[in-house]
């Protein structure tokens, strides 16, 4: 197979890792690859999974991309990314997630599509036998499992994978460290902007909107033989009544309970993670849909404004008590549960605002990934300054010790000491520095909130 060569990075695109999931394997468990003795290229990423908003999203998804140092001999540590975008949307192919920054540090970047929305998640009773729901997820193992097979081939260690990813990337993480069937294909994680007491579907739920979703497409359809452009018009039509359509489900096999139980029994594996959120993680949903989860928090507005005595405008107590009740008082909920369970933890919060951008703030859910990755002026991020790339070197060397050691701690790096009570990272746009976490008291009244 040839690469393309860059300066000090070979990269491999649309690498398939299952075979298409198209025809009689619509809605199926990912199956495995043909075997093809010709010399191939890869020089180009396949295409992302169907989505509504991308014209040349296909079926014929199920591929990776590989990014590894050129002209260095392994086995070198491996991080495997999951991307965000609500289970609905996303592509490992987005210029934001070019791995060649991490591969230029002497590790190799694997990025993963799978398939989303009504054809990642759908549950329905006319699939049963096929392992109906969740096929998302079996894609992400699958895409494990590919690596733990042929990652040596590229030079990496099989038996030295790290997991990261944002958003429902976390979640599925999440998951799979919960899940027996992907236990020893990874053995660091790294969850950013985790809504750790997320309730996940229950397989009822689940059909029900499997069942809308059918309905839309009118009787007697065969699911397997519809065309693509329907199926996403039906998506698009019940995404619109329902934002959790499609997401992971309680199926009994590979998922079995939410995360915060799991976390609590002590069901994850006892594995070094790092976990932590943003400062400000507004952007996931419209402003409606903050006011409506304001509405919905039960705590009254005098209540609030004593929580955040120095906000007065509504759409920013709405957005900052959003962040804490989805993101930062569950992560550090998972960061103790995990830290209980004896497993090195490790938790963050990512404060730091592009120079450019200070005046104009922009959506704050997902920041930090320009500085994990590195890219610039792509869509989703901009030209950062000195200033800014300097805060970036440091943030990706943190991931980078971790993957290599399960320690993000190394020379030349502010000290971060692991999770315990409520110690955690900061990293604001004055300082990057341990201590004690400031909003500590009042993520312990949202806490107590969070369980009545």
């Known amino acids: 197979m040839l690469g393309a060569v860059e300066g000090e990075v070979a990269s491999f695109k649309g690498l398939p890792y299952a075979a298409p999931p198209v025809g009689a394997l619509r809605w199926h468990p990912p199956q495995p690859t043909t075997e093809s003795s010709e010399m191939r290229t890869a020089y180009d990423y396949g295409a992302p999974c169907l989505q509504p908003a991308l014209p040349q999203a296909s079926e014929d998804c199920l591929t990776l991309n590989v990014f590894r140092p050129f002209g260095v001999d392994g086995p070198l540590p491996v991080m495997v990314f999951i991307h965000g975008g609500a289970f609905v949307s996303g592509t490992a192919n987005d210029p934001l997630f070019d791995g060649t920054k991490l591969a230029q540090a002497g590790l190799i970047a694997v990025t993963v599509n799978y398939r989303l929305g009504a054809l990642g998640w759908l549950m329905h009773p006319a699939l049963a036998g096929g392992g109906a729901g969740n096929f998302g997820l079996m894609d992400q193992i699958a895409a494990l499992n590919w690596v733990h097979d042929n990652i040596a081939a590229f030079g990496g260690d099989p038996s030295n994978v790290t997991l990261f990813g944002s958003d429902a990337g976390a979640t599925s993480i999440a998951v799979l460290m919960l899940s027996a069937q992907a236990r020893d294909l990874f053995q660091k994680a790294i969850l950013q902007s985790v809504p750790g007491r997320a309730r996940l579907r229950s397989a009822q739920e689940a059909e029900?909107?499997?069942?809308?979703?059918?309905?839309?497409?009118?009787?007697?359809?065969?699911?397997?033989?519809?065309?693509?452009?329907?199926?996403?018009?039906?998506?698009?039509?019940?995404?619109?009544?329902?934002?959790?359509?499609?997401?992971?489900?309680?199926?009994?096999?590979?998922?079995?309970?939410?995360?915060?139980?799991?976390?609590?029994?002590?069901?994850?594996?006892?594995?070094?993670?790092?976990?932590?959120?943003?400062?400000?993680?507004?952007?996931?949903?419209?402003?409606?849909?903050?006011?409506?989860?304001?509405?919905?928090?039960?705590?009254?507005?005098?209540?609030?404004?004593?929580?955040?005595?120095?906000?007065?405008?509504?759409?920013?107590?709405?957005?900052?008590?959003?962040?804490?009740?989805?993101?930062?008082?569950?992560?550090?909920?998972?960061?103790?549960?995990?830290?209980?369970?004896?497993?090195?933890?490790?938790?963050?919060?990512?404060?730091?605002?592009?120079?450019?951008?200070?005046?104009?703030?922009?959506?704050?859910?997902?920041?930090?990934?320009?500085?994990?990755?590195?890219?610039?002026?792509?869509?989703?991020?901009?030209?950062?300054?000195?200033?800014?790339?300097?805060?970036?070197?440091?943030?990706?060397?943190?991931?980078?010790?971790?993957?290599?050691?399960?320690?993000?701690?190394?020379?030349?790096?502010?000290?971060?000491?692991?999770?315990?009570?409520?110690?955690?990272?900061?990293?604001?746009?004055?300082?990057?520095?341990?201590?004690?976490?400031?909003l500590a008291e009042r993520l312990d009244r949202l806490a107590g909130e969070g369980r009545k």
């Open 208 to 438: 029900a909107v499997g069942r809308q979703f059918v309905a839309a497409l009118g009787p007697k359809t065969d699911l397997r033989a519809t065309e693509p452009r329907r199926l996403l018009a039906a998506e698009s039509h019940l995404l619109e009544k329902s934002r959790r359509g499609f997401a992971p489900t309680m199926d009994g096999r590979l998922v079995t309970e939410d995360l915060a139980s799991g976390f609590a029994a002590g069901h994850q594996s006892r594995i070094p993670l790092i976990i932590g959120s943003n400062d400000d993680e507004t952007g996931l949903e419209n402003e409606s849909d903050i006011k409506e989860e304001l509405a919905s928090s039960g705590i009254a507005s005098d209540e609030l404004r004593q929580l955040y005595p120095d906000l007065a405008r509504p759409s920013d107590l709405a957005a900052r008590f959003y962040t804490d009740k989805i993101f930062s008082e569950p992560v550090r909920l998972l960061a103790r549960l995990h830290a209980a369970s004896g497993a090195p933890t490790f938790r963050y919060r990512f404060a730091y605002v592009p120079e450019a951008r200070r005046a104009n703030p922009d959506v704050g859910h997902g920041r930090e990934l320009q500085f994990i990755f590195g890219a610039e002026g792509v869509p989703g991020a901009g030209i950062l300054s000195r200033r800014d790339r300097a805060v970036a070197s440091r943030m990706r060397a943190y991931w980078i010790n971790f993957a290599r050691s399960g320690d993000p701690n190394g020379p030349d790096l502010p000290r971060w000491d692991a999770a315990g009570g409520d110690r955690l990272l900061l990293i604001t746009n004055d300082r990057i520095a341990s201590g004690e976490d400031p």
